[in-house]
């Protein structure tokens, strides 16, 4: 049939079409302002941070413990009731050098978002961050890494109470 | 089962371009016009209508199904929107299978549609809602984080080199060039182009990613007996599969889709299929970045883990290989306009199965072919089997 179709429908256009005025098109903002709840075990994991912890949540049944802690255990459906704390360090299990913003603007400095594998929880179980205090070319997988916290007066209970995990010195 | 044989008899697409001139209405409209006037149907002929598009966020639409409704032919008709994040292409049509397995309608048009463009100043920022609103987006994420994370620890743990995932990009770019609807075909691009591309996120580089694109994706399903009145050359849905993971993404296996494995031996087991490898003749694994046909590939078992890069090194991917991946071009070539993307390979297949596929066409007359999609927080699988 494609090979029978001469003529799709569909027209593009580039950008030149908008700056001289060849299209028509109406601008909007959508704006919208959210507070979240935390919830019970979030709620938990936010005051934990406050306090300078990782906490995580053990499941009885599976016998594994994950971070960030959870109401239920998403694989046995039982209730977590059994919240312990993580260390602050951990293993970076991947890592990517970023050059773009959320927004798609360049930037000089790579961030660089990594999934660390944190101390105390199940292997493979880690949570999304980012790695400072090191030269990007040296972050490698499976580096061992420590969390930097704010100083405590500085703390609101929130995920960014963790300013990045930098290197462990090895001796 | 007690479970109807579904056909697919009929399918139509618009251009997937980086910006339309038509709203998502108008597009939707130009792929169901396509897929009713191409199987001689009318929207008379039609008992229900599915529709899949990916986030509203994309156009602020709220309630983007019901926007769409007139456009995909719904109004007065029973009608549904499925949204299973960038599944969704390769869900709409399982929808619409059961619809009409179930016995409960003759025909039914599934389109799907997306348009990126809306969103300024890039589609990537409607995608940042995605991640968790209280441990995640504090840290300000974007997008192709999640797939940097995923492929730098897919390469680190089976050992694959970069260049070896390039070569993906470059074959699918490649065969979309005899894309009559592709973005961006390109027939001399080569795995140096890929790996001098622009660095993004590393190790994801321009070349490596599909474009934000628009586009709409038609196809008409219909019961066996409204198949073989209709059409000649029925397209079965032999087998479908789909499956969630958990969302708790950094508290699992990145180097494996285990939710790929589980949606493909759902459609395997469906399709009586006991040895993909040999029974499977086209694939069309999702491919919204190159490393993840790889990773689907091996999801479907239809490579062993880490060892899908052999299938592109040893031609068996291409075209004219044993087992011909992406020979539509994918999203790589012929662009992602998410949810429009995914319905593309199911159209494709039907194409193909059928022997129309023109400049594209796989040798040697293939009888079964394999559409995937995947999405969500890079937790969902869906697997369609179709043959002749």
Not at chain 2, 149 to 178: C, F, P, W
Request: glycine share 8%; charged share 20%.
């Amino acid at each position: 049939m494609t090979s029978k179709i001469k003529m799709f429908p569909g027209t593009p256009l580039s950008e030149e079409d908008f700056t001289e005025g060849n299209v028509l098109f109406n601008v909007d903002q959508m704006r919208g302002d959210f507070a979240w709840d935390t919830g019970v075990a979030i709620g938990a994991y936010l005051a934990a941070l406050k306090e300078g912890m990782l906490l995580g949540a053990r499941c009885a049944t599976c016998r594994r413990t994950v971070v960030p802690p959870r109401l239920v255990c998403e694989w046995c459906f039982r209730p977590m009731v059994d919240y312990v704390p993580l260390q602050d360090t951990g293993t970076v299990n991947t890592f990517s050098l970023c050059y773009v913003t959320w927004d798609v603007q360049r930037i000089k400095e790579p961030e660089i978002p990594a999934v660390i594998e944190i101390d105390g929880a199940s292997p493979l179980h880690g949570i999304m961050h980012k790695i400072g205090e090191v030269e990007p070319e040296k972050v490698h997988i499976g580096m061992r890494v420590k969390a930097v916290w704010r100083p405590p007066s500085d703390r609101v209970g929130a995920i960014t109470d963790i300013l990045h995990f930098k290197p462990i010195e090895e001796v | 089962m007690g479970m109807r044989k579904v056909a697919v008899i009929g399918a139509g697409m618009t251009k997937f371009v980086r910006r339309a001139q038509e709203t998502p209405k108008e597009l939707s409209w130009g792929a169901a016009r396509m897929a009713l006037e191409t199987a001689d149907l009318t929207l008379d002929d039609v008992d229900a209508v599915c529709v899949g598009t990916a986030p509203d966020a994309f156009d602020s639409v709220h309630m983007n199904g019901e926007y769409l409704s007139d456009g995909a032919g719904a109004w007065r008709k029973p009608y549904m929107r499925s949204y299973v994040g960038g599944g969704t292409g390769v869900f709409a049509p399982i929808q619409g299978w059961y619809h009409v397995a179930s016995g409960l309608f003759d025909l039914v048009l599934v389109v799907a549609e997306e348009k990126m463009s809306s969103f300024y100043p890039h589609a990537q920022a409607a995608f940042l809602t995605i991640f968790d609103h209280t441990t995640e987006r504090p840290l300000k994420p974007n997008l192709l984080w999640i797939f940097a994370l995923e492929m730098n620890r897919y390469m680190q743990t089976y050992g694959i080199s970069k260049e070896d995932i390039a070569r993906v990009s470059v074959q699918h770019k490649r065969n979309a060039a005899d894309h009559p609807c592709a973005l961006l075909g390109d027939a001399d691009i080569t795995v140096q182009d890929v790996l001098n591309s622009e660095v993004l996120a590393w190790p994801v580089q321009r070349l490596d990613v599909s474009p934000v694109s628009d586009g709409a994706v038609a196809v008409i399903l219909a019961a066996e007996h409204i198949a073989k009145r209709v059409t000649d050359k029925p397209v079965w849905i032999e087998g479908v599969g789909w499956c969630l993971d958990t969302a708790y993404w950094t508290n699992r296996d990145l180097a494996y889709p285990r939710y790929v494995e589980s949606a493909a031996r759902m459609a395997y087991e469906m399709a009586g299929i006991r040895e993909p490898r040999k029974e499977i003749h086209i694939a069309e694994p999702y491919d919204p970045f190159d490393y993840k046909a790889l990773h689907h590939l091996e999801g479907l078992q239809l490579a062993d883990r880490g060892q899908a890069p052999r299938l592109y090194i040893d031609g068996i991917a291409a075209r004219d290989g044993n087992m011909p991946v992406c020979p539509s071009g994918g999203l790589l070539g012929v662009g992602n306009p998410i949810a429009a993307a995914g319905l593309m390979k199911i159209a494709e297949l039907f194409w193909q199965l059928r022997g129309e596929a023109g400049d594209r066409q796989v040798p040697g007359s293939p009888r079964r072919g394999l559409a995937q999609a995947w999405g969500d927080l890079m937790q969902v699988g869906t697997v369609v089997i179709m043959g002749r």
